[in-house]
């Protein structure tokens, strides 16, 4: 299993076959944390937890500079690999990880991650609650675009 950290660029690549608890025990040692809620004590693994939508991470609008995900490989439907090299999430092209995480394995499975982790016990910034609708109905239009990827990717 995989579990390494890099301190300066505060990520951990981590196996999707991990436990959230074996990785908070990981960093733990370090004195980081995934500051995911409920992931000491998860047996949820990291591919399961991402593809379900890394339920108990703190809300990415209160810092809309930070990511949770940097970078990932994955296996596609059909079978291939996408590697998505980590970078800050401003400094790429179209947001593939989007494609992943939450969408139910939809399209890919998670194998490996590269996660943002955070020092135990430093304040972290919070530009204060969306106001917008965080969850707005998906289009006819984008079910259709959603649905052709996954055909596509099948090979159908």
């Known amino acids: 299993m995989t579990l390494s950290l890099d301190k300066t660029s505060l990520l951990a690549r981590i196996d999707g076959a991990a436990t959230l608890s074996e990785v908070e025990s990981f960093l733990a040692v370090e004195g980081f944390t995934l500051d995911v809620e409920g992931a000491a004590g998860s047996t ?27 970078g990932l490989d994955a296996r596609l439907l059909d079978g291939r690999e996408l590697v998505i090299r980590p970078a800050p999430r401003r400094s790429v092209g179209p947001d ?3 494609m992943i995480v939450g969408m139910g394995g939809r399209f890919a499975t998670v194998e490996r991650a590269w996660l943002r982790v955070h020092p135990k016990g430093v304040t972290r910034p919070n530009v204060g609650a969306l106001g917008a609708d965080r969850n707005p109905a998906v289009t006819e239009e984008e079910t259709s675009l959603l649905e052709l990827i996954r055909t ?3 090979g159908a």
């Open 96 to 98: 593939l990880i989007a």
């Open 152 to 154: 596509t990717l099948q």
């Open 44 to 70: 949820e693994r990291v591919a399961d937890w991402l593809a379900s939508g890394a339920r108990g991470a703190r809300d990415a609008w209160l810092d809309p500079a930070d990511h949770l995900v940097a």
